[in-house]
C-alpha cells in the first residue's frame, strides 16, 4: 500500500512538472511570434517610408530642373529681343542724323547763294548811282554777269541736287545692301541658335535618359539588395528559431532528469527511512517486552 501511494503520489508530482514544463515552453513560443511580427511591421513601415522619401526627392529633381529650363529659355529669348531692339534703335537713330545732316547742309547752301545775291544787288545798286552810262554800261555788264553767275549758281544748284540725290540714290541702294545682309546674317544666327537649343536638347534628353537609367540601376541594386538582407534575415531568423528549440529539448531533458533523479532520491530517502522506522519500532517494541 506504501509502495502504490508512493507511486500514485509520483505520478501526481510527475504531471504537474510536464504542465509546467507546457507553460515554459508556450509563453516564450508566443512572445517571439508576437515580437517578430511586430519587427516586421515597423521594417515594412520603414522600407515605406523611405520608398516615399525617395520617390518624392526624384519628383523634385525633376520639377526643378524642368522649371530652371524654362527660365533659361525666357531669358535667351528675351537677350534676343534686346538686342535686335538695340540693333534696330541704332540704325533708325543713324538713318534720323542724317537726314538731319543733309538738311542742314541744304539750309546752308541756299543761304550762300542768297548772300550772294544779295552782294549782287548792292553792287548794281552803286553802278546806279556812278551814272546814267556807267549805270547802263555797268547795268549792262552788271545783268549779263548776273545772269552769268545766275545760271552758274543754277548749274552748280542742280549739280549738287544731282549729287544729292546721287549720293541718295548710293546710300539707299547701300543701305538695302547692308540690310539684306544683316537680314541674312540675322536669319543664319537664328538658324544656328535652332540648331544650337536642337542639339542642347538633344543632349540634355540623352543625359537625362543615361542618368534615369543609372537611377534605375541603382535602384534595382537596392531592392536586390534589400532582398538578399531579407533571405538572410530569414536564414539567421530560421537558424535561431532551430537553435532555440534544440536548446529548449537539451534544457527540457536536463530538466526532466534532474527531476527524475529529485524523484527516485526522495523514493530512496522514503524508502530508507521507512526501514530506519521499522528497525526503530521493532526495536522499542522487543525491549519494552523485555522490561515487562
Request: charged share 35%.
Amino acid at each position: 500500500m506504501k509502495q502504490a501511494w508512493r507511486s500514485c503520489i509520483a505520478r501526481g508530482g510527475v504531471s504537474e512538472l510536464r504542465r509546467l514544463t507546457k507553460i515554459t515552453w508556450v509563453v516564450p513560443k508566443f512572445q517571439a511570434v508576437v515580437r517578430g511580427h511586430i519587427a516586421r511591421t515597423k521594417l515594412r513601415a520603414r522600407l515605406r517610408k523611405e520608398a516615399l522619401d525617395v520617390a518624392s526627392r526624384f519628383v523634385q529633381r525633376v520639377w526643378r530642373g524642368r522649371q530652371a529650363r524654362v527660365l533659361f529659355d525666357d531669358l535667351k529669348v528675351q537677350r534676343k529681343l534686346h538686342f535686335y531692339r538695340d540693333r534696330t534703335a541704332i540704325k533708325i537713330e543713324r538713318v534720323y542724323r542724317g537726314h538731319v545732316a543733309r538738311m542742314h547742309t541744304e539750309t546752308l547752301r541756299q543761304a550762300r547763294i542768297l548772300r550772294e545775291i544779295e552782294i549782287v544787288r548792292q553792287q548794281r545798286v552803286k553802278l546806279v548811282a556812278a551814272g546814267h552810262l556807267q549805270s547802263w554800261w555797268r547795268g549792262y555788264i552788271g545783268r549779263r554777269l548776273f545772269m552769268k553767275k545766275l545760271r552758274e549758281a543754277r548749274l552748280r544748284r542742280l549739280r549738287e541736287l544731282r549729287r544729292v540725290e546721287a549720293a541718295i540714290q548710293i546710300a539707299t541702294i547701300w543701305r538695302g545692301f547692308v540690310a539684306k545682309i544683316e537680314a541674312e546674317t540675322r536669319r543664319e544666327r537664328l538658324r544656328q541658335a535652332a540648331r544650337e537649343e536642337a542639339a542642347s536638347r538633344q543632349m540634355q534628353r540623352i543625359y537625362r535618359g543615361y542618368v534615369g537609367r543609372e537611377e534605375a540601376k541603382q535602384i534595382r541594386r537596392a531592392l536586390a539588395y534589400e532582398e538578399k538582407v531579407k533571405a538572410v534575415k530569414l536564414l539567421q531568423r530560421a537558424w535561431r528559431g532551430e537553435r532555440g528549440r534544440h536548446l529548449f529539448a537539451v534544457l527540457r531533458a536536463v530538466a526532466r532528469l534532474r527531476h527524475h533523479e529529485e524523484v527516485y532520491a526522495l523514493k530512496l530517502q522514503g524508502w530508507w527511512r521507512g526501514v530506519l522506522g521499522r528497525r526503530m519500532v521493532s526495536k522499542y517494541k522487543s525491549g519494552k517486552a523485555g522490561a515487562m
